[in-house]
């Protein structure tokens, strides 16, 4: 099967960055350099820039669901970034507690997608930690997996029609907030799998969104969460439905 690759890495201004994908480096200019899209066989690169700091960056949406105010991404400076790029992608806002604010790449559609993410829970009273979201239709419609270092729990739900649902569980997973940690989908088909630092925790099947969709980004209420590292890997199917898994 054809496969392509995302990597979403913030670019350190007024140096290179390198991007190893599949065995084939790709540099980048950093200084004064806009969001850049970079496409060869196999791979797509989405690289933010120091310019984006305190925006939510080109090609990016911020979106919610629920009503109130929130839902407030931007770049960030952050040192610890796993991609050691010092930049970083943040849900910043305080929002009510029954908003999930959200962030999506506007322009590609994937069905059976792989996605990882880096993810550090910064703070949140009501709530703590997020994940990705794919498949998404819209922000009613649409797959996350979320970690909750507050909760110690990992799930992964459905929002249909703006109310989620939740298709798998596990509890007491004691993983420290104000750390790095990644989180794993794999949604094939209807078999979803997902992993936290490298290890299987849930799985499920589900056929509610058979639809290719976008990816993104999800936290809830007033979580405060800092990501990096988003990579997406595609397996493309036979009948290609919906422009699922292609360019």
Known sequence: MKRSTWLLATVLSGGLLAALILGTVTWAEADGEKTS????????????????????????????????????????????????????????????????????????????????????????????????????????NYYIARFNPLEYNYRLYKVINGRRKRLASEEGIE????????????????????????????TATDDAIKKAGKVGLWTKADAVTYFDKFTVEVEADDNGDDDANKA
Request: with cysteine; glycine share 10%; net charge positive.
């Open 37 to 140: 899209d970079e496409k060869t066989d196999g791979q797509r690169t989405i690289r933010f820039s120091k310019k984006e700091l305190g925006k939510v960056p080109l090609g990016w949406t911020a979106d919610k669901t629920g009503k109130g105010a929130g839902s407030v991404w931007k770049v960030v400076a952050d040192e610890t970034s796993p991609s050691k790029s010092g930049y970083v992608l943040a849900q910043t806002a305080n929002s009510p507690a029954r908003v999930f604010n959200l962030c999506v790449v506007d322009k590609w559609k994937y069905r059976d997608v792989e996605i990882e993410v880096a993810f550090k829970s910064v703070q949140g009273k009501i709530d703590q930690g997020g994940g990705p979201v794919w498949r998404y239709q819209d922000a009613e």
């Open 175 to 202: 993983v420290p907030a104000g750390q790095w940690h990644t989180l794993e989908i794999e949604h094939v088909g209807n078999r979803i799998e997902c992993k936290l630092d490298g290890k299987v925790i849930l």
